[in-house]
């Protein structure tokens, strides 16, 4: 077992050694509306790769009746993942040398319900970059448009995905125009389709002008062979859709939408590929575009503005707390994205929040069952944490010298409730309860002096959160809860001296946050307007995930 000093003195040779292999990893996350096929995009992606391990212990596999909980049956039964997993795999690229072992991509899923909370955003704070999929017929749907905000505001570049081109949909210059018009993303396809949307023969290369032609295999269950054809022999097998392509490519780089290394990484512009994660086309051509354009890892700058680079020694950050997954143990299991160092299992690290030292030899418990045990992990990879009981999203872990990284933004709530113990004599469980699912940032829990501390309002970002607390409440602390949702449906950060005459006003109520914050609750938006209008000198700020 390693301890802090033995890894804080580490020499050039393992400075070397970790910057290789920080430079060979990719972590990103998909973002989409769900059914635009992500879970289907995953499976493609893995079906390339050599599959490494998973992170995450959250998709139940049968025969694990013992971390089969209450949690999952919620997930099971609605068929949605409430959770983030990290799935890690290998990818050579073709013409690359074997024996480096390729890229490490780590594919941090998202939850993909329509209803979902501030777990998915935490997510985008863990990854470098993001996929954006969407549907070919569909365009850009709402979902996706929130999921973009985010990863706008934190300066994540994303890569476009036009998916389901084997069926009917768009034209690619619709939907290029669209993603420019709504988002003011311009994308910059690096490969355009060969055949309308409905009849996906194959893909421009634009940059060599080469045609990529692909054969179906039975249902997609294995990568569709690709063949390299020359532009003249493609125009001749492919006639008219061919032309069209090229046409279009011309087009597009008339107009400046060439891929542009810089302007992709400053999140102007954003490299474009159509596919069918159904039929296995466009997903190789995903992966090389991951390891050839998005972002290695990076250091951090610490809260008290040092910059952490990725061969300092070991540090990370938590971004999701999952607890409630095994109710006979009361598990909680925290993910960590690696920002410096080297990890390795067993070894003992320190907790910013707290100062106390946090012993990582669990780790080994939940991934030795079913799943290969993370021994040593690098800046990028995402290591699940067992028995994680005082971590909580935002937290940071790490060996001496100390770092401190800036809190995870709390995002935007949308909706409000009150949550209520059913019987007076829990009252104490109650409050404990709710302090821990409020530190491990289930829910932001508000209160005032009007409703006092037995009815605490919780805020969330999708409705979902509150089925976690009441189901929390109830299996893990034993409290039959109610919730009565609140007509607001927006907040905005306030101050002292606002705080009076907005408590006033119709339609609007105002709390403190557990971390200090003054929050107005309004009823909608056109009260918040008359509000501003009447009175310009009121503080109120919209609240954003602050960079
Ligand atoms: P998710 O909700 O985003 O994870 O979407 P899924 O991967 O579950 O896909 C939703 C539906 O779309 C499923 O019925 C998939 O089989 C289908 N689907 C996904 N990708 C493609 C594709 O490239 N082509 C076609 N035709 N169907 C697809």
Not at 269 to 282: D, K
Not at 429 to 439: E, G, H, P, V
Not at 476 to 503: C, H, K, M, N, W
Request: hydrophobic share 40%; proline share 5%; charged share 25%.
């Amino acid at each position: 077992m390693s301890s802090s000093a033995d890894v804080s003195t580490s020499g050039s040779t393992d400075r070397r050694h970790i910057a290789t292999e920080a430079a060979r990893r990719r972590t990103f996350a998909i973002i989409s509306h769900p059914d635009a096929g992500k879970s289907t995009m995953t499976e493609a992606l893995a079906l390339h790769a050599r599959k490494i391990s998973e992170a995450g212990a959250i998709h139940g596999k049968a025969g694990r009746k013992s971390t089969v909980s209450d949690w999952m049956e919620m997930e099971k039964a609605r068929g949605i993942s409430v959770s983030s997993t990290a799935l890690q795999f290998t990818y050579v690229p073709d013409g690359a040398d074997p024996d480096t072992g390729g890229a490490v991509i780590n594919l941090v899923d998202t939850p993909g319900h329509a209803d979902f909370s501030e777990d998915t955003y935490r997510v985008l704070t863990a990854v470098d970059c993001a996929v954006m999929l969407i549907d070919a017929a569909k365009g850009l749907e709402p979902q996706t448009l929130k999921l973009f905000q985010v990863c706008r505001h934190r300066g994540i570049p994303v890569i476009t995905i036009i998916n389901k081109w084997d069926r009917p949909g768009r034209t690619p210059l619709e939907l290029i125009d669209e993603i420019i018009d709504r988002i003011g993303l311009t994308p910059t396809p690096l490969y355009l389709p060969v055949g309308i949307a409905g009849d996906f023969r194959g893909l421009l290369d634009r940059r060599s002008g080469e045609y990529i032609h692909f054969t179906r295999t039975a249902g997609g269950a294995t990568i569709a062979p690709e063949e390299y054809v020359d532009p003249e022999s493609a125009a001749e097998r492919e006639g008219d859709d061919w032309v069209a392509a090229v046409e279009e490519s011309a087009l597009l780089s008339e107009m400046g939408q060439d891929h542009d290394q810089e302007m992709f990484l400053a999140g102007q512009t954003s490299p474009m590929i159509f596919a069918s994660a159904m039929l296995n086309f466009g997903v190789r051509q995903l992966l090389d575009a991951l390891v050839a354009l998005a972002p290695a890892p990076k250091g951090r700058e610490g809260i008290d503005g040092t910059m952490r680079e990725v061969t300092d020694p070991f540090s990370a950050v938590v971004f999701k707390v999952q607890a409630g997954m095994d109710s006979a143990h009361r598990d909680r299991l925290a993910f960590m994205r690696i920002v410096s160092g080297e990890f390795e299992r067993g070894m003992v690290v320190n907790h910013a929040q707290t100062g106390k030292p946090f012993a990582t030899k669990y780790a080994q418990t939940v991934f030795g069952r079913d799943r290969q045990t993370v021994d040593t992990a690098y800046p990028g990879d995402v290591v699940g944490l067992v028995n994680a009981m005082a971590l909580a999203p935002g937290d940071t872990l790490y060996i001496d010298p100390k770092v401190q990284y800036p809190p995870i933004p709390s995002f935007a709530p949308e909706h409000f409730a009150v949550l209520r113990a059913e019987s007076a004599g829990k009252y104490k469980q109650f409050r404990k309860a709710m302090d821990q699912l409020d530190s491990e940032g289930v829910v932001q829990v508000l209160r005032n002096d009007i409703r006092g501390d037995a009815s605490p309002v919780l805020a969330a970002v999708g409705p979902m959160q509150f089925e976690v607390v009441t189901a929390r409440m109830k299996t893990e602390f034993g409290v039959d809860t109610s919730i009565q949702s609140l007509p607001y449906s927006l907040a905005r950060r306030t101050d002292a001296d606002s705080a009076e005459e907005l408590a006033r006003q119709r339609g609007v109520e105002v709390f403190t946050r557990t971390d200090g914050a003054i929050l107005a609750l309004v009823s909608d938006k056109w009260r918040l307007q008359y509000i501003e209008k009447e009175s310009p000198d009121l503080t109120l700020e919209p609240l954003v995930a602050a960079a």
